[in-house]
């Protein structure tokens, strides 16, 4: 399985970007889709992902400003990001595995996408 990001850039705080995600085709009927970030000297951290059932689990910190999506016909995951901080600065990365459960546990996915920067700027 394949994935590459796109859409990550520079804006300031308060602004929004829209990441979105492709994947090769693949036909797991149980999945956790994610979006991960990584802030230079800390350690990886899941922030939103969706399962084959459709739950969408979120980390505190963004909750109420994060929407996570998928479009099954493209096999396109995205993640839209409004009200950014710039604590939401570090490389977003999406990622997949083939099994539900722990969907934010970014020690449990077998493919990643190659990253895209979000830089929030105060």
């Known amino acids: 399985v394949q994935l590459v990001e796109s859409g990550g850039g520079s804006v300031q705080a308060g602004g929004s970007l829209r990441l979105s995600c492709a994947a090769s085709?693949?036909?797991?009927?149980?999945?956790?889709m994610g979006w991960f970030r990584q802030a230079p000297g800390k350690a990886r951290e899941g922030v939103a992902a969706?399962?084959?059932?459709?739950?969408?689990p979120y980390v505190g910190s963004v909750k109420g400003r994060f929407t996570i999506s998928k479009d099954n016909a493209k096999n396109t995951l995205f993640l839209q990001m409004n009200s950014l901080k710039p604590e939401d600065t570090a490389m977003y990365y999406c990622?997949?595995?083939?099994?539900?459960?722990?969907?934010?546990?970014?020690?449990?996915?077998?493919?990643w996408g190659q990253g895209t920067q979000v830089t929030v700027s105060s």
């Open positions: 990622a997949l595995k083939p099994r539900g459960g722990l969907c934010l546990d970014p020690r449990k996915y077998n493919y």
């Open positions: 085709r693949y036909t797991y009927s149980r999945y956790c």
């Open positions: 969706i399962d084959s059932d459709g739950v969408t």
